[in-house]
């Protein structure tokens, strides 16, 4: 069944095209891509010690 969502969010924004090429979200390191913060908690794991 298809169903037609009331809150139009599209509506809401005076330009739908504003957001992007956005970043979406990030641990305070910008667009760069690369963070020491890990989301799952554990110790973010690089290649030297996954062959280790």
Do not use: I, Q, Y
């Amino acid at each position: 069944r298809f169903v037609v969502p009331s809150a139009h969010r599209e509506d809401a924004m005076s330009d739908a095209f504003a957001e992007r090429s956005g970043c979406g979200f990030s641990f305070g390191s910008g667009c760069s891509g690369s963070s020491d913060t890990n989301m799952f908690g554990a110790k973010k794991a690089n290649r030297r010690d996954v062959l280790k």
